[in-house]
């Protein structure tokens, strides 16, 4: 919704500032698909199959197609349209109120009624279980962090069984989007406890699929490890997704890439979850295929981002001057090429290209090219060389290792850095680390909740932050995003503006240094098809496109 942002070619569509209630589609049962069996492979197992408990990819990739939200994203849209709702819009000029109408007769998978009440007890149980913590001490929420999403929601308020109203506790322009997104997800209050995570794999949804089984194994602690979800259509949906393309829908899980591409090469999986691959694995694909034969390759546009994620609360990192030191020395080329192939774009923004009111911050700062290690050390006056710390990266991510010691490589030279890799073997392992405060450095990728700029800034801030820097710039927290949130109209100067600025300091502070944006690859066997219409900026991967010829 900001200056960038296209307008989808498909479902209700337009500029939020006209706050024009948007009508969803025909509903469409999930009762007529083909027979078509689809399998896919992934590293991105789900860390919780609870929307109030999961905030990565792993868990939103099934989300979005075995639960449903009020609002959605069609394919190609960068503005949310209705799904579970038959109309939403904002019902005040100060647009601190957000009104909802159901659809009429929707069910769960199980056949319990989808109605307002379901919905006021999904989003009030998210803040609940993410204020509580367990008999343990911990997060009720998993750790998770994603009641974040809905931290201008003030109340929910329900009329009859098809009318809901949000009250939210400051202008939100994003709110729509929120909705869409995975912590929007709606839950069976018969099925699902009010405060605590669901126990289990009973999953009980409204969207186009329903679960039919879950198979785990024990790690090395005895905690379950999600080794496949298999998925059938489910025959009480109504919603907005097209016409399913399959009959059925199974997850494998891999603990590395090298097993996800032995799969492929086996036929053992239909296709790869996005950019499941070793990049250098991906461009041997590419230089080998043949059009309608074997392996086949398909690109696609992507606004997932990866950075460097300081902790700007201990050293070395509480010293503005080490960090910026890293900005200094970080080469985004060079990672781009040896340790990626050429497969991601450098970045130099914490907004990505795509997502509207980009802009190019730390090249301001910092220059395109890492700065000579002699004027790196001017810039540290006073603080002894070389500075050590340990920096961790998750062992599972496609060319995690390399890229990580592409970056001790960089930060290494003429003696100003000494850095230590650590690796652990997912990113829920590194969210545990971050929640802990125990991570002075680590690497990351972000994929967006939702594709407006807001996403690349909001959740990051605050203490500790879902990446455990402890970035609470005043500022930005206080002045710059509540500003960009009044905002409505996310096409006009004010919008850029804003979002000008709030990149700025982040290039001047630099408790994250973005190092790239991706390319979305997957790839397939030869008679899969509707691939290309799960890859655009919104990052949901639709199950239900998905085809066999």
Not at 253 to 275: C, E, M, R
Not at 294 to 321: D, S, Y
Not at 465 to 473: D, L, Q
Request: glycine content about 10%; some cysteine; hydrophobic content about 35%.
């Amino acid at each position: 919704m900001s200056a960038a942002k296209r307008l989808g070619t498909l479902g209700c569509v337009g500029l939020l500032a006209t706050t024009a209630a948007c009508g969803s589609t025909a509903s469409t049962g999930a009762k007529a698909g083909p027979s078509a069996k689809i399998t896919m492979g992934t590293v991105s197992a789900y860390s919780s199959l609870d929307p109030a408990g999961a905030y990565d990819y792993g868990s939103w990739l099934l989300f979005y197609n075995v639960y449903q939200g009020l609002m959605t994203y069609q394919p190609g849209a960068n503005v949310p349209s209705p799904d579970a709702a038959h109309k939403c819009d904002f019902t005040d000029s100060s647009y601190l109120t957000y009104h909802c109408t159901l659809n009429p007769g929707l069910k769960f998978s199980n056949g319990d009624p989808l109605d307002a009440a379901a919905v006021k007890f999904s989003f009030d149980r998210v803040i609940k279980i993410g204020t509580e913590k367990g008999a343990d001490g911990k997060p009720a929420d998993n750790g998770s962090g994603v009641s974040v999403l809905l931290n201008t929601m003030k109340s929910v308020e329900i009329s009859g069984t098809q009318d809901i109203t949000f009250h939210l506790s400051t202008a939100d322009a994003t709110f729509p989007d929120r909705l869409a997104s995975g912590v929007g997800q709606i839950v069976d209050p018969k099925t699902y406890s009010g405060t605590q995570l669901m126990n289990g794999t009973d999953v009980v949804g409204s969207g186009i699929y329903k679960v039919d089984s879950v198979q785990t194994k024990p790690d090395a602690k005895g905690n379950p490890v999600p080794v496949s979800v298999k998925m059938s259509l489910n025959p009480n949906y109504q919603g907005a997704a097209s016409k399913p393309q399959n009959a059925s829908m199974t997850l494998n899980y891999y603990d590395t890439p090298a097993q996800v591409k032995t799969a492929l090469v086996n036929g053992d999986i239909d296709l790869n979850a996005s950019n499941d691959l070793a990049p250098g694995d991906v461009v041997a694909m590419q230089g080998t295929q043949q059009l309608g034969k074997g392996l086949q390759v398909i690109e696609g546009a992507g606004t997932n981002t990866r950075m460097m994620v300081l902790n700007t609360k201990v050293a070395p990192f509480n010293n503005i001057a080490v960090r910026q030191a890293v900005a200094r020395l970080i080469d985004r080329n060079a990672i781009a090429r040896d340790a990626y192939n050429h497969t991601v774009t450098p970045l130099y923004s914490v907004i990505p290209q795509g997502i509207g009111d980009q802009t190019t911050a730390f090249w301001t700062a910092y220059g395109e090219e890492p700065e000579h290690p002699d004027a790196v050390k001017k810039t540290l006056p006073g603080v002894h060389l070389p500075i050590s710390f340990t920096m961790t990266y998750t062992a599972n991510a496609s060319a995690g290792k390399a890229e990580a010691e592409q970056i001790k490589k960089a930060l290494e030279v003429g003696g100003i850095f000494k850095v230590t890799l650590a690796s652990v073997p997912t990113l829920h392992e590194l969210g545990q680390l971050w929640s802990g405060g125990q991570v002075p450095a680590s690497t990351t990728g972000w994929q967006p909740d939702y594709p407006d700029p807001d996403d690349y800034i909001s959740p990051f801030m605050g203490d500790p932050g879902v990446f455990g820097s402890h970035y609470a710039s005043p500022k930005i927290m206080n002045q710059l995003v509540p500003q960009s949130l009044k905002e409505v109209n996310r096409a006009d100067q004010a919008t850029a503006d804003t979002y000008l600025e709030i990149q700025k300091q982040i290039a001047i502070d630099a408790p994250f240094i973005p190092l790239w944006q991706n390319k979305q690859y997957v790839v397939t066997q030869a008679n899969v098809t509707g691939v290309p219409l799960t890859l655009d900026a919104a990052a949901i991967m639709r199950f239900w496109m998905i085809g066999k010829s």
